[in-house]
C-alpha cells in the first residue's frame, strides 16, 4: 500500500494553474489541497465568481496530470468580530460549498478563527463564548453542506477555539452532522505541556474522533527558546512513525498532505514520509 501523499498548492510555486498541476505531480504529489485565493492568480476567485464551469476548468487542469482536489481551502475567521464580515467570510465559505463538486471535491476546509480580526493568538480564544460562537457558525455552514452532500473539514488547533481534542470531539457531538468531520494535523495539538507526551496526545485524538478524520495535514515541529514553532516535515520532533502505524492500520489510503514545506526541504520531506510509511508497514 503506497503513502497517499499530497500538498497544499500554494506550498508549490508556479506562475499559472497548468504550471502549478505539472510541479504538483512532477514532485510526486497526487492531491492537493486548493485554497483559490492563495493558488488562483489568472482569474477572479472573489465571491461571486464560482460556477460549474469554473469549477470544472479548474478541475480539468488537475486532471490532465492525474492530481486529484483533495481539498478546497477556504480560509475565512468564523468567529470574526465584526459581525458583517464574519457574515461575508461565512457566504464565501458555503460558495465553495455549491459549487465544490464541480471542482470534483467533496470536502471545503477550514480552521475555526480568532477573536482577532487578523486571526492573532488570544487567550480570549478558549473562552466558552468563543466556543459559542464556533459552533454558530459551524451550524450554518453544515446546513448549507447537507443541502449538497459536501463535507465541512474543520482543523483544530493549540492556539484556536478547538484548541484541544476534547474541544474538537464536543463541537462534533454539539453539530451532530455527518457532513461535519475533521481535518486532523496532529503537530496542531502540540504544546510545551505535552511535548513530551506525544503518543498519549495522539492516542486522545484518535479514540475520540478518529473516525470522523477525513484529512491529515502534515508539518513538524521544534521547541526553540521555550516555543513551539512549525517547521518542515522531517526536521522536528514529531513521530511519524508512530502516526503513520495508526493511520496505516485505522485511515488506510488517507490522503496526507504536507503543510509548511517549501522547497528546497520538499523532496526531503517526500523521502522522509515514505521512509517512515514503509517502516509503520513492516511493524504491522
Not at 504544546?191 to 484529512?215: C, K, P, T, W, Y
Amino acid at each position: 500500500m503506497k503513502v497517499n501523499l499530497g500538498i497544499r498548492a500554494h506550498d508549490v510555486e508556479a506562475k499559472n494553474l497548468h504550471e502549478l498541476a505539472a510541479n504538483v505531480v512532477q514532485r510526486g504529489f497526487s492531491a492537493v489541497q486548493l485554497a483559490l485565493a492563495k493558488s488562483i492568480t489568472e482569474f477572479s476567485t472573489s465571491t461571486g465568481s464560482l460556477s460549474p464551469g469554473y469549477g470544472h476548468y479548474v478541475k480539468s487542469i488537475f486532471q490532465q496530470h492525474d492530481v486529484r482536489i483533495a481539498v478546497l481551502g477556504c480560509y475565512i475567521n468564523m468567529i470574526h468580530p465584526d459581525l458583517p464580515e464574519r457574515q461575508r467570510q461565512l457566504d464565501r465559505f458555503k460558495e465553495h460549498i455549491r459549487f465544490a463538486r464541480d471542482f470534483g471535491c467533496t470536502i471545503v476546509g477550514t480552521e475555526t478563527g480568532s477573536v482577532i480580526p487578523s486571526l492573532g493568538y488570544s487567550e480570549d480564544n478558549f473562552t466558552e463564548e468563543a466556543y459559542i460562537e464556533v459552533v454558530k457558525s459551524v451550524r450554518e455552514l453544515v446546513e448549507e453542506a447537507e443541502k449538497f452532500g459536501i463535507i465541512v473539514g474543520v482543523e483544530g488547533g493549540i492556539n484556536h477555539p478547538i484548541h484541544t481534542p476534547k474541544r474538537m470531539k464536543r463541537l462534533l457531538e454539539d453539530v451532530p452532522s455527518p457532513n461535519l468531520q475533521v481535518i486532523y494535523d496532529p503537530a496542531n495539538f502540540m504544546s510545551l505541556d505535552n511535548v513530551h507526551e506525544q503518543h498519549s496526545v495522539m492516542e486522545e485524538a484518535f479514540q475520540l474522533f478518529g473516525e470522523r478524520i477525513v484529512i491529515v495535514h502534515a508539518k513538524d515541529f521544534i521547541v526553540d527558546n521555550g516555543e513551539i514553532t512549525m517547521v518542515p516535515v522531517g526536521t522536528g520532533q514529531l513521530d511519524y512513525k508512530y502516526l503513520l502505524q495508526r493511520l496505516k492500520k485505522e485511515k488506510p489510503f488517507i490522503n496526507i498532505l504536507l503543510e509548511n514545506t517549501r522547497d528546497p526541504h520538499l523532496t526531503d520531506s517526500i523521502r522522509y514520509i515514505q521512509g517512515r510509511y514503509e517502516q509503520a508497514k513492516r511493524v504491522q
